[in-house]
């Protein structure tokens, strides 16, 4: 019995590798049948003015999303982005192709000359992130409701409150308070927020259709600021014993009289740890989506290469799509894990006092 | 490439939206969470230790109503033996008493009898000499009938009488 179902799940793959071949050869064929991968993942890699769905034969499906945009000459602008869409013009406008701002809203100065305006439009990752920031808000808020009007003495949580006590718990002992030591109490809010918030943009953006697929953490401006917090968190409460280390350190004299060498450093140090961190997640998950994206455009470069090939192609796409699909539910993890117990550590190293030399 | 370059915008609404999610979390979600792990692992604990505290206490408790049990049985063979020494004493003592008393009423009675012998004896002899009085004056009167007897009573007792004064 359990056989039989291998072999239809066997044939079923076998069915769905001939069909991209299909609707290849229904459709135009030749230069316009060819799929530009480097177009798809990068598409799907950075940002955009609207979310894209599907595309049905001709027809978009997309979500339009406002735009919103300061010019020096004209002042505020905010509409929707479907009046841009097909390199249409909008107060002045456009997207444009080419250039140093391809994909980018840009507006023509009074030279002519195609310049960029103010803009704070909420584009495809901004949207995403606040829909993810909303689901993480209410599930927080919506977990914590439970311990209102109940007593340390009332029974532990089960269920899914259960598993996020757990898993708060987990983190809060022993990520943030292991790392920080015993000043983690200033820190826990920061650090689990900045935790559960790079999880919850992480596994959403695996997710394949609307409204999950936002690579929101594969954005380079998100893991700045993230890495930015945690910048200020450990400068701002760094310790004077934390600002003598790094202008005065326990080394030999000659290393920082003369020449402040170990100074020098320390201070670049300062700057390469939130570089580190900013760059650490945005390359992992950046890197996940690519690889996945292209794993599944396999499918459609094979498919004008002959139908056993591409069959066997999509076979393999399949298999290594599902496994690169929950490598990355792990990496989501790890990644903010990582990202949150590296923040702890900083900040716990600029929480030096004199008893810990 | 553009990947590289953080654009403002996103930047942006990360403040607006990691700021909101921040306070929001900080003062509505995580707190009350952790708070109540410790407490509640505090609250464990405690009862943890109380609980331990009141199985010492009660297998001492359990230790003192033996040696309570022990003092209790030793104390009553005490007053058992005490009471039983208490009997035989009374008894004894009744006992004496009894054999004085019945000595003392013995002795009484002996006492009595003597005196009351006595008394009959005095009584009798009294009776005796009355009587024995009465049979001399019967006697007398027979004897001293005549007057020739009466005279030689006479003289015979006046010899008597002249006789005890030589």
Known sequence: ?357 | MSLLNPDIGVFFWMLVSFIIVFFILAKFGFPALVNMVNERKQYIDESLKSAREANEKLSHIKEESESILVEARKEQAKILKEAMETRTQIINEAKEKAQSEGGRLLEEARKQIQKEKDDAIRDIRKQVAELSVEVAEKVLRKQLSSEVEQNGMIERLLDEVSDSKK
């Open chain 1, 1 to 357: 019995m359990k056989t039989l179902r291998y072999l239809w799940l066997f044939l079923l793959v076998f069915v769905t590798g001939l069909m991209p071949v299909y609707a290849d050869n229904t459709e135009t064929g030749g230069e316009k049948g060819k799929v530009d991968v480097q177009e798809i993942v990068f598409g799907h890699i950075s940002d955009s003015y609207e979310w894209h769905i599907l595309t049905y034969g001709d027809t978009h499906v997309s979500v339009p999303l406002p735009i919103i945009v300061y010019s020096s000459n004209t002042g505020w602008h905010a509409f929707l982005s479907s009046n841009l869409a097909h390199g249409q013009e909008y107060e002045g406008f456009y997207i444009a192709e080419t250039g140093d701002y391809a994909g980018k809203v840009v507006e023509k100065d009074a030279q002519g000359n195609e310049v960029r305006p103010l803009d704070i439009s909420i584009t495809k990752t901004a949207f995403s992130l606040m829909i993810n920031s909303l689901i993480l808000v209410l599930i927080i808020v919506g977990v914590s409701r439970w311990y209102k009007n109940r007593k340390p003495s009332s029974e532990a949580p089960k269920g899914f409150v259960g598993f996020m006590e757990m898993f708060v718990m987990m983190i809060h002992d022993d990520v943030i308070v292991s790392c920080v030591g015993k000043e983690y109490k200033r820190f826990a809010p920061y650090l689990l927020t900045a935790f559960f918030f790079i999880f919850i943009n992480n596994l959403m953006g695996l997710i394949p259709i609307f409204p999950g697929g936002g690579n929101v953490t594969g954005n380079i401006a998100i893991t700045l600021f993230l890495a930015l917090m945690t910048f200020l968190a450990v400068n701002i409460f760094g310790t004077k014993e934390y600002w003598k280390e790094i202008f005065w350190p326990d080394v030999p004299t000659w290393l920082k009289v003369p020449v402040p060498f170990m100074p020098v450093i320390e201070l670049f140090g300062i700057f390469t740890k939130p570089f580190a961190l900013t760059v650490r997640l945005f390359a992992n998950i950046m890197a996940g989506h690519a690889i996945i994206l292209s794993l599944v455009s396999i499918i459609f470069i094979t498919a004008s290469l002959g139908v056993v090939l591409n069959t066997s192609m999509t076979i393999i796409s399949v298999l290594f799509s599902v496994f690169m699909s929950c490598l990355e539910v792990l990496v989501a993890f790890i990644q903010a894990y990582v990202f949150t117990m590296l923040s702890a550590v900083f900040i716990g190293l600029a929480q030096v006092h004199h008893e810990h030399k």
